[in-house]
């Protein structure tokens, strides 16, 4: 294979809290290691128009406690397109990059896959979003971050929930999957997690109201996963509205608040280590593969697996929560 002395790092899709963290154990690895790093601006979009910067170690410098990602983000449809891609191609080529290590979701590895194929260019992945929906890996980069702020957003409104006994639906993130609705509803003593995963098997409104889940209390939260699936939090209150009148029903999305903010621990270990990992991969001759977790020991996840296998839910979490409940 053929030596990899330029390494081009981007960012992309979602922006999520130990990006920065990720960008810096990337690049102060590959310097470590002898090479040179790019750094790519707004993710495929800037690759495509030619956003490129030399990184040294002080581009790095401060930003392992920051949210967000110092290398811009953007979703990109042009990539998308075989054009758009040989564009990207041809840039490289122009900087010398021999490999790229890209930060980022679902989406944006399915681009890195195709991107690899098309190129037989040597990419490596590592799992950035806060949605944790990427198989093969028990974390994603942003999740603990995320889930810590949806615990601490539901704290604050139970307070609320309690002293005018109401019935709660918070809506958070997570696109089409629950990971973030069902721990942060343990993390948090919430009553019940509306989640896409079970939304198509059982109708988990009724099932909560019939299993008389207010008969020891008078307040009740319930975290319900943005999906329209689940109907999301507007459709399942309006729903109680119709259907069981009598509950003082309220409504919170928590929204983008969820995505920002000063990564955790766990987040900053997770990233840097995946960081590191991703040139290891690299010298290793790795090629298009995610970096994972699991059992905190590092994996290599092939990308056809981490986009196209559905990360399951732990259904014995399900159970935990409802005994949790009563
Ligand atoms: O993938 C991360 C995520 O925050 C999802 O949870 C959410 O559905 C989506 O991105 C929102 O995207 P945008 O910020 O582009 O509206």
């Known amino acids: 294979m053929a030596e990899i002395k330029t390494v081009g790092i981007l960012t992309s899709g979602g922006d999520a809290p130990g990006m920065n963290a990720a960008i810096r154990a990337v690049t102060r690895s590959a310097i470590y290691c002898g090479l040179n790093v790019k750094g790519i601006y707004r993710g495929y979009r800037g690759l495509i128009a030619d956003e490129i910067v030399d990184f040294h170690t002080q581009n790095v410098s401060n930003i392992i406690q920051m949210g967000g990602t110092i290398l811009k983000t953007a979703r990109c449809k042009e990539f998308q397109t075989p054009e758009g891609r040989q564009l990207a191609y041809d840039v490289m080529q122009r900087h010398h990059i021999d490999a790229l290590v890209v930060i980022g979701g679902d989406g944006s590895l399915t681009g890195a896959r195709i991107f690899a194929n098309e190129f037989n260019f040597p990419i490596i992945g590592l799992p950035g979003t806060i949605d944790n929906d990427l198989y093969g890996t028990d974390s994603t980069i942003g999740y603990d971050t995320a889930l810590n702020t949806i615990m ?175």
């Open 152 to 326: 601490d957003c539901v704290d604050k409104i139970r307070d609320t929930a309690t002293s005018h006994e109401r019935l709660f639906f918070i809506e958070v993130m997570g696109r089409d999957a629950g990971f973030l609705a069902l721990n942060g509803a343990i993390a948090a003593g919430a009553e019940a997690a509306i989640i896409p995963e079970i939304s198509t098997q059982v109708d988990q409104l009724a099932e909560l109201i019939q299993n008389g889940f207010r008969k020891s209390k008078n307040s009740s939260i319930v975290l319900v996963a943005e999906s329209p699936v689940t109907g999301g939090a507007m459709g399942l209150a309006e729903r109680v509205k119709n259907e069981y009148p009598g509950y003082d029903v309220r409504v919170s999305i928590l929204g983008h608040l969820q995505r920002g903010g000063s990564p955790t621990a766990y987040d900053r270990i997770l990233a840097s280590r995946m960081g590191a990992a991703a040139i290891d991969a690299l010298m290793d001759d790795q090629r298009n593969v995610m970096i994972g977790i699991k059992n905190d020991e590092i994996v290599y996840v092939p990308f056809t697996r981490a986009i196209k296998k559905e990360k399951p839910i732990n259904r014995d979490l399900l159970d935990t929560l409802r005994r949790l409940s009563i």
